[in-house]
């Protein structure tokens, strides 16, 4: 609700109502209907437009100290589950991409010219369209940090295993953070996720998997 709150106005679903006290809130219906109205052609444009639009909104009215530090977010849950992962699961056919992959994790510095308020929850079903056509994002997971995070999960999850490469491109061209910068954060979630796939026993694993060997490929061509 605070995230809602202050990019009120902006790219986001509309707050109707909300009772603090009860951890209750009630939305607009975007599009009129559950899930939102029709996604048009240009679905990725639009919500990589809409995507800088919430992190411009984000630098300008952020209020220090009131949310989560990205920082804090990476040092003490995502780099210690990727080690404690490591550890204990049975790799096997996956060790060679994982341990590929690992190299992303050095590369992960943020810069604090980029520092937003994120949404960090960048599915496609939490980007809903409304009946003008216009992407209205909902349900973050909202901290404060480097805006290369939302384009790196974006890119990742938005489809999962669909239109990566493109989302990557979008994300680049608008947010203007080069490939280089954004490749090691993308690389850095899809090895999250696809320890966390392989623990749960998800069958998305190996869809993953493709995710983190295409983006490895991809951004190494790119740097050549």
């Known amino acids: 609700m605070s995230a809602l709150r202050l990019w009120a106005g902006g790219p986001t679903a509309d707050v109707v109502e909300a009772a603090d006290d009860l951890a209750v809130a009630a939305l607009e219906l975007v599009g009129g209907r559950p899930g939102g109205a029709q996604r048009p052609e240009r679905e990725v444009q639009m919500v990589a437009a809409a995507l800088q639009g919430l992190h411009i909104l ?7 100290n009131s949310f989560l530090l990205l920082t804090d977010h990476l040092g003490t849950e995502v780099l210690p589950r990727i080690r404690r992962r490591m550890e204990t699961l049975d790799l096997d056919a996956w060790h060679p991409l ?21 949404h960090a929850d960048l599915y496609r079903e939490n980007v809903p369209f409304d009946c003008l056509g216009h992407p209205r994002l909902l349900d973050p997971l909202p901290m404060l940090g480097d805006a290369a995070f939302d384009w790196a999960f974006w890119t990742v999850y938005y489809d999962l295993g669909h239109g990566t490469d493109g989302r990557l491109a979008a994300a680049a061209r608008i947010s203007r953070i080069p490939v280089p910068v954004l490749a090691p954060w993308c690389r ?6 696809l320890l966390y796939y392989l623990e749960a026993g998800d069958p998305r694993a190996p869809q993953m998997a493709e995710v983190l060997a295409g983006l490895s490929a991809s951004t190494s061509r790119r740097g050549s």
Do not use: F, K, M, Y
């Open 58 to 64: 984000g630098q300008r009215r952020r209020r220090p």
């Open 188 to 193: 850095a979630l899809a090895l999250d996720g």
């Open 98 to 118: 994982v341990d590929a992959a690992l190299s992303a994790l050095a590369g992960l510095q943020e810069d604090p010219g980029r520092t937003t308020v994120l």
